[in-house]
Each structure stands twice: as C-alpha cells, then as structure tokens.
Nanobody, 124 residues
Framework: VQLQASGGGLVEAGESLRLFCAASGSIDPITAMGWYRQAPGKERELVASVGSSSSTIYADSVKGRFTISRNTAKNTVSLQMSSLKPEDTAVYYC???????????????????WGQGTLVTVSS
C-alpha cells in the first residue's frame, strides 16, 4: 500500500485548509485511515482517524474545528481544517491500518502504513 497526501500550505490564523490522501496498490483491506502530525521538537500525535465502521476519533485540541471524512470504496481520506491556529503548524502524515495475512504465521496482522507528510504552516 502506498499513501499519497496533498493539500498542505501556508495560511493565516483563522483560515481553513483541506488535506487529502489516497491509498493505492492495496489488495488487503484497509481497516482505518487517519491523520497524525508532528510539530518541531514534539512527538507525532494523532489528529483524527476513521474506522471501517465510520467511527471517528479526534484529538481534543482539534475537536469542533477539524472534520475527517473517508471514502472506503476509493480508499481516500480527507481532513477539513477550519479556524486554524499557529499551534496547528506541523507536518501532517496520512496513516492507514492494513489488515494483511501473514503466511508464515498463518494468521492476520495489522500493519501501519504512512504517507510522505505534508507541511501545514499557520501564521499568527
């Protein structure tokens, strides 16, 4: 599976931005897709995620401002970011959880796949 993310850029505080990510090359089911971010000097953190049942998880810091949506049939996920703040500045990574069959183990396993990252910069 490969993930291709797009949509980052430079915006002013209060403005909006939309990130988009498309998965390709997968013959195994993708059970969840989402976005993580990593600011300079900080750990990578979950921003939002949506499971195969369309259940969503958001970081407390983005609730009410960000909306994640997923097209399961097309294996795409987008993140609509509104009322952006300078503290939202980070590299945003698309993430997919893939359920794959491990032949050696004769059992399923869940693999984490990451996109290349897209920079979002919010100026004050």
């Amino acid at each position: 599976v490969q993930l291709q993310a797009s949509g980052g850029g430079l915006v002013e505080a209060g403005e909006s931005l939309r990130l988009f990510c498309a998965a390709s090359g997968s013959i195994d089911p993708i059970t969840a897709m989402g976005w993580y971010r990593q600011a300079p000097g900080k750990e990578r953190e979950l921003v939002a995620s949506v499971g195969s049942s369309s259940s969503t998880i958001y970081a407390d810091s983005v609730k009410g401002r960000f909306t994640i949506s997923r097209n399961t049939a097309k294996n795409t996920v987008s993140l609509q970011m509104s009322s952006l703040k300078p503290e939202d500045t980070a590299v945003y990574y698309c993430h997919a959880e893939v359920k794959a069959f491990n032949i050696a183990e004769a059992d399923y396993e869940w693999l984490d796949v990451w996109g290349q990252g897209t920079l979002v910069t919010v100026s004050s």
